[in-house]
């Protein structure tokens, strides 16, 4: 599986983006596809995620400004960003979770990232 983010860029305060998440490869194994977010000395935090059967859920701080959504017609997930605040200022990855059966028949779960993408809100 390989994963390619775009999207981010400058925005305002109250401004939006929109991030996109270009997957390939063995897309039939995915799972979940996540977007996480890294600001400068912090930790990698989810922020969104959407499940193969469509459920999604939200971290408190983007809940009502963040929309998670899925194109399957051009595998890709996308991250709408809303009323952006400078707090949402970071460094965006994709990240998708899969499950295969190797040869004896048993589940294997493994996780792939996309290169990151930044979002810088600023006036």
């Known amino acids: 599986v390989q994963l390619q983010a775009s999207g981010g860029g400058l925005a305002q305060p109250g401004g939006s983006l929109r991030l996109s998440c270009a997957m390939s490869?063995?897309?039939?194994?995915?799972?979940?596809v996540g977007w996480y977010r890294q600001a400068p000395g912090k930790q990698r935090d989810l922020v969104a995620a959407?499940?193969?059967?469509?459920?999604?859920n939200y971290a408190d701080s983007v809940k009502g400004r963040f929309t998670i959504s899925r194109d399957n017609a051009k595998n890709t997930v996308y991250l709408q960003m809303n009323t952006l605040k400078p707090e949402d200022t970071a460094v965006y990855y994709c990240?998708?979770?899969?499950?295969?059966?190797?040869?004896?028949?048993?589940?294997?779960?493994?996780?792939?990232w996309g290169k990151g993408t930044q979002v810088t809100v600023s006036s």
């Open positions: 990240r998708a979770d899969s499950v295969y059966y190797n040869a004896r028949d048993e589940p294997v779960a493994e996780a792939y």
């Open positions: 490869g063995s897309i039939f194994t995915i799972r979940t």
């Open positions: 959407i499940t193969s059967g469509g459920s999604t």
